[in-house]
Every structure is written in structure tokens, then in C-alpha cells.
């Protein structure tokens, strides 16, 4: 038994003083000190046997769920693997991840599905589960999948985490475009579908305006204006569209725009299943950052004006935003450094999720009550698991941390096999002390 005792607690529902007690993994007891007893039963738990942990200073959240993950194994292990990035997930604080199906091979077949969890029995440092990439050929054999699994491919439904729809803008052979495959997927209720939304003719019709006006010497300030807000917003009109047709459990991903902020709030009214992530880099990064970060900058959707990323940081304290999920998108800093078109769009970033989302949260007076729900609890909530929740009974995945310290990002301490983050240089407060899984203590 381990008792983590006199730290400022943190859930969605309230932030106070009091203890914790672990036994075999999970939450056996919280004990706030505002309860008359509270003396009492954390001298019971002390003896008990409970090893004592003091937390004086310190605060205690359940661990992240990040459900938006690149970890590019299998095909791309020389940029990240699962070891590596499930370890610098650990540092961000992060305990639970779910990977993309945007490997090498696509994970969008029960037998790949398979393979990718093998590897993370091997591998992975966290808890680490996988969705399943649509395409326009195999909705049938998803819609089986989430409801009966693949018994031949070893595979129950409660392997699959969800369902990642690529809406407009390709991946591989993952762009779904037909109408009758739409239907079809957005029909699915026994998982959630998770939607990246920007428009593929939008995207190439800005593509080819830059390249006339440019040549190869595209300045990595135009990527806002060729994967452009209108790009974003026409994509997500549709996919709102169809999860109020259909009663979907949709995740609108990495929503970058005001305007999408907006339109979500108004579609919860129809559907309150509709659920919107956005990312940190949307949080903390704006168009401003392109001049001085160039390439290091750049992913898909594009980060956007100061006034979206002032939008989105009102609709996270709002409530309109429901979780973070750090897409996670580690590159060699080499592949990053060629042209526009040749340097590869995505950051490594899962190391840092804490930590910013702490500093947004003192920068704009937000309670750490919200940041506790988008970290870890609702993303609980959605895919039905028993952690990220600090509550008796669940498992005991925990991160504490000193909130009053700051830190100077360097490139030096990341654990990403791709060894920078676009945080380099920047202070983050939020130094994280210790991370628990299972009521194991990890780091």
C-alpha cells in the first residue's frame, strides 16, 4: 500500500488538501482533509503499512489520457517507436494513449490492429491502445469489427479504441470520400469516430496559388493560407452535419478556428455526444510563430491567428472543449529542414502536455478544475475506461507535480527518439514530480 499523503488534490469536480491511499493498483480511498476524520483515517492508513509519501506543496492529478498519438511503429521507427514516445509521454505527465492508424502498414485491418498491440505488450511504458483507420473499402468490415471483433485476427471489440475518419484531406489510402462509406461509419455507435477535417480541393487549389506565385521557395508563413481556415471549416460543416444526422459519438480532432469552436458549441445542442479536442500547439502557438520557428511549426490543420488561439483557450475554460490530444507527430529535425513542400507537417509534443495546459491555465485564470477534465477525465468518460479519474475504485495512474515551478524547455531532455520539441526555450510552469501507473511508480 502506498499513501500519498497532504497533497492539493485535483479533480473536475474540486481542487483540495487531502491523501491517497493505493493498494493493488487501484484507488483504495481518498481522504480530503476537510472531512472531520481525516486525522484519524490517515493515521488508520499509515498503519496499516502503508508506505508514506509526503505531498506537502505538491498536487496530484490522474494521469493524461491523450487519445491522439503518433508513435509511427511499425514502418517509421527511425523517427519515434513506442518505447521511446510512451516514455516522453510519461515526462508530459501523459498515462494513457491511444495510437493513429497512420503506420506503415495502415492500421486498417484486424490483423495490423493485432501486430500494433503485440508491440505495445512489448514496448509501451503506458497503457497504449490503437483506433482503427476507415477507408473507403473496408466500412463493412469495421462496422462487424466494433460490434463482434475478428476472431480469426485475434481481435474483440474492446481492442479497438475507435474509429479515425480522414474527412477531405488524405493520409495514404485513408481518405474516405464516398457518401454511402460516410453513412455508414457515422451509423456506428458502439465507438466513438474520430474525424480530421480539412478539405483536400480547398488545400490543393491554395497549394497550386503559392507554387505560381513562389516557385520552390514557399515561405512557411503561407502554411496557414494554403491548409487554410476555410479549408478546416468546410470540412467540420460536414462532419457536424452528419453526426446530427446519424446521433454520432463524434470527436471533431485538433479543431484549430474560432469558427469551429463556434459551430461546435451550437451542434452540442442537436447532439451532445459531439465532443471537441484541440491540441496545445493550438494554444500556445500562433500564425505570429511561423517567421520564428518555420517548419518546427508546421502541422495539419495549420495553427491560425492569435484571435483563434484566444477563442479556443475561452472555449476550453468554457467547457466547449472536451479534451486535449497532443498529436503527438515526431519528425527528424533533417526531414524538417527541407522547402515548404518537402519538409513533413507534424510535432513532437506529448512531453510538454502538462506543463503548457498548466501554464495556459495560470496565464488566463482558468481553474484547474477544467484542465483535470480535458487532461484525463473525460477522455475517460468517452472511451469507458477505469482511470483518469481520481476516485475509489479506480486505477491508480496519478502524476504529481509542483505548480509553482518553472522550467526552461531544452531539446537536450526529450525523451522523443526525435530528440527536439518546438517548446525549446520556452517556460512552462508545472514541474512534474512523480508518475504512477497501476500504482506503480514509473518515474
Known sequence: MILLEGATIVTSDKEAEGSILIKDGKIAQVLYSEAEDYGFRVFKAK?????TVDCSGLHVMAGGIDAHVHFREPGLT????????SL?????????????????????????????????????????????????????????????????AGITPEDIAGVKVFMGSSTGNMLVDSS????????????????????????????EKAIEKYG??????????IRSRMACIKSSIKALELAMQYGTKLVLCHISTKEEAEMVRAAKLNNPEIIA???????????????????KVKCNPSVKTAQDREALINALAEGIIDTIGSDHAPHLLSEKEGTYTKAPSGLPTIQQSLPVLLTIAHNNEIPLTRIASVFSEKAAEIYGLNRGKIAEGYEADLVIFDN?????????????????????????RGEIKAVYIDGNKII
Open 47 to 51: 498503519n496499516a503499512g502503508a508506505e
Open 78 to 85: 527511425h523517427k519515434a517507436d513506442m518505447a521511446t514516445e
Open 88 to 152: 516522453a509521454a510519461i515526462y508530459g505527465g501523459v498515462t494513457s494513449v491511444m495510437d493513429m492508424p497512420n503506420t506503415n502498414p495502415a492500421t486498417v485491418t484486424a490483423e495490423a490492429l493485432q501486430g500494433k498491440l503485440d508491440l505495445a505488450k512489448e514496448k509501451a511504458h503506458t497503457k497504449t491502445a490503437f483506433h482503427i483507420g476507415a477507408t473507403n473499402d473496408n466500412a463493412e468490415a469495421i462496422c462487424k469489427m466494433v460490434r463482434e471483433g475478428d476472431a480469426e
Open 180 to 207: 454511402s462509406t460516410l453513412g455508414k461509419l457515422f451509423s456506428i455507435k458502439e465507438k466513438p469516430v474520430l474525424v480530421h477535417c480539412e478539405d483536400e480541393a480547398t488545400i490543393k487549389a491554395n497549394l
Open 216 to 225: 520552390n521557395d514557399i515561405p512557411f508563413t503561407e502554411h496557414e493560407n
Open 277 to 295: 479536442e484541440t491540441s496545445c500547439n493550438y494554444l500556445w502557438f500562433s500564425n505570429e510563430d511561423y517567421t520564428r520557428l518555420g517548419s
Open 404 to 428: 509553482e515551478a518553472t522550467f526552461v524547455v531544452k531539446n537536450e531532455d526529450q525523451k522523443s527518439k526525435c530528440g527536439w520539441t518546438p517548446y525549446d526555450g520556452e517556460t512552462l
